[in-house]
């Protein structure tokens, strides 16, 4: 039988720049994950509150169990946990052209 652990979960918003960024890295390192959406107003996310103990975002729930509040704590958590792949590098470039071509385009608009 196989028995596969559980999928990172990350709280967060479309519209979060941060939660952006990690889900940029998470898809960098290759890393499978559930990406749960949560209110736009802090005072509705009680669900994320009583799963997490954080009304901020973005919130990663390792697939170990391990609830990481905030960006930064994320971001290490996670290259502290994940092997880089091979492919990471080119992930990053392609981003970076993408995010150069959007402010191009915002700028020329």
Do not use: K
């Not at 009304?55 to 170990?64: H, K, N, Q």
């Amino acid at each position: 039988m196989d028995v596969r652990p559980p999928l990172p979960r990350l709280y967060q918003t479309e519209w979060c720049p941060a939660s952006h960024r990690v889900r940029q890295h998470l898809t960098e390192l290759d890393v499978a994950f559930v990406a749960e959406p949560v209110p736009a107003e802090r005072e509705e996310r009680i669900a994320l509150l009583a799963e997490t103990g954080a009304d901020t975002i973005p919130v990663l729930v390792g697939a170990d169990g391990a609830v990481l509040v905030g960006e930064d704590a994320i971001l290490d958590y996670l290259d502290h946990t994940y092997d880089e792949p091979a492919g990471a590098a080119t992930h990053r470039l392609r981003a970076e052209r993408a995010r150069r071509r959007q402010l191009e385009e915002a700028h020329a608009a």
